[in-house]
């Protein structure tokens, strides 16, 4: 089974940017990728997802902010986070759909 690695999270002031990036062990090419996230004390929840077409879904909360890219050939999975919000704090994880893998996270932190 693929094995999923993020990073890119840190510290940012709002109105900051980050990029987190997802490296898959293993071809992502056949998989709807999807960034989630869980803040304290919150559900895990659904931030953006890319098929394998290159369409895109994202939460309300996060869009026109938030971009999901795919490199398959490189085998990554990329979040740029535009405009960044406090209430955007949380450990970020990525996930291909119908697989229970899921990475170590990174976290995000958007504080002055």
């Known amino acids: 089974q693929v094995q999923l690695v993020e990073s890119g999270g840190g510290l940012v002031q709002p109105g900051g940017s980050l990029r987190l990036s997802c490296a898959a062990s293993?071809?992502?090419?056949?998989?709807?990728m999807r960034w989630f996230r869980q803040g304290p004390g919150k559900e895990r929840e659904l931030v953006a997802d890319?098929?394998?077409?290159?369409?895109?879904n994202y939460a309300d909360s996060v869009k026109g902010r938030f971009t999901i890219s795919r490199d398959d050939a490189k085998r990554t999975v990329y979040l740029e986070m535009n405009s960044l919000k406090p209430e955007d704090t949380a450990v970020y994880y990525c996930?291909?759909?119908?697989?229970?893998?899921w990475g170590q996270g990174t976290q995000v932190t958007v504080s002055s």
């Open positions: 890319m098929t394998p077409f290159g369409s895109t």
């Open positions: 293993g071809s992502i090419w056949l998989y709807t």
């Open positions: 996930n291909a759909l119908g697989t229970s893998t």
